[in-house]
């Protein structure tokens, strides 16, 4: 389908214009594969991120917001690298409007962790707003967004099969974000998912997966990337030995329980974590800030995020965002 036939049948599926069985059979008819063009994922994207209830900001902020951001479904295992890295962007200077969930693919979601930091969770959307003016950072629930999906998830479920929903979320960011960092589990579609975000008016970012199928930036392999940038699209690869980062295997940044993975974030923010967990986050939160144009490429994000831990304001920011969080 074209973007026109796409954006009409998903209008269909989100004002609940279909039953059941019709619901089924078009996602059905939407399975993520090869074929998956870049205006069906762009016409989709579109329709659930207007119909998302929108994180009420003032438009002149809303073009500074960043999101980091992955699919999920790579089935590594690996730690939260994406919150880390969105939580060590808001140390170095970003505004950083999170979208996620808790876990579905893996033993701790971006909204678990946070949970176990002592980030404050249940807030209303109005006060998520305002944690993001006041801290440089806040945490928006899929589910308290997008409402539509209640009714879509149940038939969603009984497809074992991967539809264009496994790619969808962080392409609909409720505040509207116009710059990502953006991670997928299969690099067939690295260049499709930054082309869609070309269409749909995003006007920085990256899309990257690893050789080895991880949604961020690797140190095991090199990663496909696809960078948006001045309104043209580019693929390049990502070799972290280009930055000095020494190859590490993928068990080096496993990850474990919401508990667990806090404490890695800690430990990366008092400069004790390993070797493998510090590159990582480092190279991801490079490549954001690069994204966010804070940076004027990965090596000097690298020195950014380097000054941010040494000089504790990572660990700083963290506790302004918990302790207005927990005010509001």
């Not at 996602?27 to 870049?38: A, F, G, N, P, R």
């Not at 991670?183 to 067939?188: E, I, L, M």
């Not at 800690?266 to 986050?281: L, P």
């Not at 040494?310 to 965002?321: D, G, Y």
Request: aromatic share 6%.
């Amino acid at each position: 389908m074209n973007y026109e036939q796409t954006r009409e049948k998903f209008t269909s599926l989100f004002n609940h214009e279909m039953n059941d069985e019709q619901m089924r059979e078009f996602l059905l008819s939407m399975k993520l594969d090869e074929s998956t063009s870049v205006e069906s994922i762009a016409a989709a994207a579109e329709v659930m991120r207007s119909n998302a209830i929108a994180l009420p900001i003032s438009e002149e902020l809303r073009p500074k917001l960043l999101d980091v951001v992955g699919t999920g479904g790579d089935k590594i295992g690996s730690f939260n690298i994406s919150s880390t890295v969105a939580l060590l962007c808001a140390a170095c200077g970003s505004m950083v409007a999170k979208h996620g969930s808790r876990s579905i693919t893996s033993k701790s979601g971006s909204a678990d962790m946070f949970e176990v930091l002592g980030i404050r969770l249940d807030l209303s959307i109005e006060n998520s707003a305002k944690l993001l003016q006041e801290s440089g950072f806040t945490f928006m629930f899929a589910q308290n967004h997008h409402p539509a999906m209640k009714f879509i998830v149940p038939v969603r479920k009984t497809i074992p099969d991967k539809t264009i929903f496994n790619i969808l979320g962080p392409l609909t960011n409720p505040a509207g974000t116009k710059k990502s960092l953006l991670g997928v589990f299969d690099k067939a579609f690295v260049l499709k998912m930054a082309e869609a975000l070309k269409i749909n008016g995003s006007t920085s970012a990256l899309v990257v997966s690893s050789n080895e199928g991880m949604d961020e930036i690797s140190i095991s392999d090199v990663t496909y990337a696809a960078q948006l940038r001045n309104g043209s699209v580019d693929e390049f690869i990502i070799d972290p030995q280009n930055y000095g980062i020494a190859k590490a295997p993928l068990e080096a940044i496993v990850g474990g329980d919401a508990k667990e993975n806090a404490k890695i974030l800690h430990d990366i923010f008092n400069a004790s974590a390993t070797q493998a967990q510090k590159d990582i986050v480092y190279i991801n939160t490079a490549a954001a800030l690069m994204v966010d144009g804070l940076a004027r490429d990965i090596q000097e994000g690298l020195e950014m995020v380097d000054e941010a831990i040494r000089n504790k304001r990572a660990k700083k920011k963290l506790k302004q965002i918990i302790e207005i969080s927990n005010k509001l």
